[in-house]
């Protein structure tokens, strides 16, 4: 009464590379790890421009660079 037991090797199912879904995953989380630290510079600009004192420049450069941005983008649309 002894059961035969079959070392068939099941067939294994190919996924096919798709790194369409990836990428965009990916440009999200980076662009809100961007503006998270965007609002984390503005939150500590005070004590970072007291250590940094070059850093209201260049803190100043970037937000008019964004506010530049932002118009363009309204322009397109």
Same mark, same amino acid.
């Given at each position: ?14 996924? %096919?590379?798709?790194? !369409?879904?990836?990428?965009? %995953?990916? =440009?999200?989380? #980076?662009?809100?790890? #961007?503006?998270? =630290? ?13 250590? #940094?004192? !070059?850093?209201?420049?260049?803190? =100043?450069?970037? #937000?008019?660079?964004?506010? +530049? ?5 309204? +322009?397109?649309?």
């Amino acid at each position: 009464m002894k059961k035969k037991i079959s070392k068939e090797v099941p067939e294994t199912i190919t996924k %096919s590379e798709n790194n !369409g879904p990836k990428f965009f %995953s990916y =440009l999200i989380i #980076f662009i809100i790890t #961007f503006v998270a =630290l965007i609002i984390l510079l503005d939150t500590l600009k005070s004590p970072l421009i007291n250590v #940094f004192p !070059g850093l209201e420049i260049i803190l =100043l450069n970037l #937000f008019e660079t964004l506010q +530049d941005v932002k118009l363009f983008i309204i +322009d397109l649309i």
